[in-house]
């Protein structure tokens, strides 16, 4: 059974700051790994989508890395601004069968003034 | 282009009553997905639709739940009778076609559902 863990939990930051998320997931054979995000009230968005045969993909400020092997990946935010405050999810989407997606349970990011 | 719809957004009711909730997929998207987020969790799939057929749902409590999308194109979600624990966001997520690796799942807004 597919498990997905994000570190941290929670993080605050004071502006300008560079950070990282990670994400973790126990069975390597994925399709693909998206990154959401998901502000109050609010659904997800999704950010970033990387293939299983993709090391990377980026859009504008944020750069997400994919290994596989490791069941790794990162979510780089650079110069963090207040408007990134939201939790930011990873999901997997596994091999063949549905498109179900397995999401973990969520970074919550505040971005500091 | 219009995102996916959901309504209610909030919903209170009491433990044993009944509840339906509905989304209007992406115009065109042949997928339509429902997840149920617990306060604090990821979202879990509870079914997914390929047009008006069912794909998955095998993680749909169905002694109490069910769902449908007749025409292949609106679905509905209910909860006959609801319990306390069945409090969460229920989220309504569409994609164009199921078997793509770029199909990205747009998601609604959600539902809130407040089990007294």
């Known amino acids: 059974k597919q498990e997905v863990t994000q570190i941290p939990a929670a993080l605050s930051v004071p502006e300008g700051e560079n950070l990282v998320l990670n994400c973790s997931f126990t069975d390597s054979a994925i399709y693909n790994l998206q990154w959401f995000r998901q502000d109050p009230g609010k659904g997800l968005t999704s950010l970033l989508l990387?293939?299983?045969?993709?090391r990377e993909q980026t859009s504008g400020r944020l750069n997400a890395s994919l290994d596989k092997s490791s069941g790794r990946s990162t979510l780089y935010i650079a110069a963090s601004q207040p408007g990134d405050s939201a939790t930011y999810l990873c999901?997997?989407?596994?091999?063949?069968?549905?498109?179900?997606?397995?999401f973990g349970k969520g970074t919550k990011l505040t971005v500091n003034p | 282009e219009a995102g996916v719809a959901q309504s209610p957004r909030y919903k209170i009711i009491e433990k044993r009553q009944s509840v339906a909730f509905w989304c209007n997929p992406i115009?065109?998207?042949?997928?339509l997905y429902w997840y149920q987020q617990i306060l604090g969790q990821g979202p879990k799939l509870l079914i997914q639709?390929?047009?008006?057929?069912?794909?998955?749902d095998s993680q749909l409590p169905k002694d109490r739940f069910s769902a449908e999308r007749l025409k292949g194109v609106d679905s509905t979600l209910k909860i006959q009778p609801a319990k306390l624990e069945d409090s969460a966001v229920y989220l309504c997520?569409?994609?164009?076609?199921?078997?793509?690796?770029?199909?990205?799942?747009?998601f609604g807004p959600g539902t809130r559902l407040t089990v007294l």
């Open positions: 990387i293939q299983s045969s993709q």
């Open positions: 997520a569409s994609s164009l076609i199921s078997g793509l690796g770029t199909d990205t799942q747009y």
């Open positions: 999901a997997v989407k596994k091999q063949g069968g549905s498109e179900k997606l397995v």
């Open positions: 639709f390929q047009n008006n057929g069912v794909v998955d």
């Open positions: 115009s065109g998207h042949a997928t």
